[in-house]
């Protein structure tokens, strides 16, 4: 299937008014699976404009069905787009901002050459945490690594090692500068930045080796400062 003639057609069909049009996800980096979606950012001034009841509307994301393939939009005004671009970048997650500096264009309007210098940058620069964060995500993992320790039911013990590889895969992350991600890009994020890294965190987590995931958790808590645990206020 042609999926860039697809998203095309999806396009002129719900939003004729788009102006800039980034296909992103699997699609755009040719590695699609069979239950992979079609990933677009849709800009445009007017692009609501002739929608019923959308008056004041700056942004819309909903999944759609279209010729047997799911397509997930993310939709933007011009100033939508800069909204939920800020409220990204303040969580470290800018996911809209990676789709429209890395995704695949398929139509490129007056504002887009601009909207992608200046948030190229942003992502460049990496996230910003502050002390206050850092010692609080570090507080969070201490807890959780306790309660790992302490668990003897293993389905407690299961949830608590996978909320503690997400905790610790994102401090390892932002404390180097870099963004963090949810779900599979997590993992993937971590892995492009530092393979070895990933590999020791991850490798004990799927052998079932409880001792040494913890003692890998208890070895990236050091190396990002230490435990926190008595005498932190949040």
């Known amino acids: 299937m042609d999926h860039l003639a697809l998203a095309e057609r999806f396009i002129a069909a719900h939003f004729p008014a788009a102006t800039s049009v980034i296909l992103a996800g699997s699609t755009a980096r040719g590695t699609r699976t069979p239950s992979s979606d079609l990933d677009l950012l849709v800009i445009g001034e007017s692009l609501f404009a002739d929608v019923p009841d959308a008056t004041g509307t700056s942004s ?10 799911a397509v997930e939009v993310f939709a933007y005004t011009p100033s939508g787009f800069e909204e939920w671009a800020r409220r990204g970048v303040a969580q470290h997650r800018p996911v809209i901002v990676h789709m429209l500096v890395e995704g695949l264009t398929l139509r490129a309007g007056p504002e887009l050459p601009s909207l992608r210098e200046r948030w190229a940058s942003v992502l460049d620069a990496g996230p910003t945490v502050s002390e206050a964060e850092s010692a609080t995500r570090r507080y969070v993992i201490t807890d959780l690594l306790d309660d790992y320790r302490d668990a003897r039911d293993p389905l407690e013990r299961h949830q608590l090692a996978a909320a503690l590889f997400d905790r610790t895969a994102e401090l390892i992350l932002l ?53 926190i645990h008595e005498g932190h206020e949040r």
Request: without cysteine; proline residues 5%; glycine residues 12%.
């Open 60 to 69: 819309h994301a909903a999944t759609y069905g279209f010729e047997g393939e």
């Open 175 to 227: 404390t180097n500068g870099r963004w963090i991600a949810s779900g599979k890009w997590l993992p993937r994020r971590l892995r492009d930045f530092d393979p070895q890294r990933a590999r020791l965190l991850s490798a004990p987590l799927l052998a079932g080796d409880h001792t040494s995931f913890a003692a890998q958790i208890e070895h990236e808590l050091d190396i990002a400062g230490g435990r």
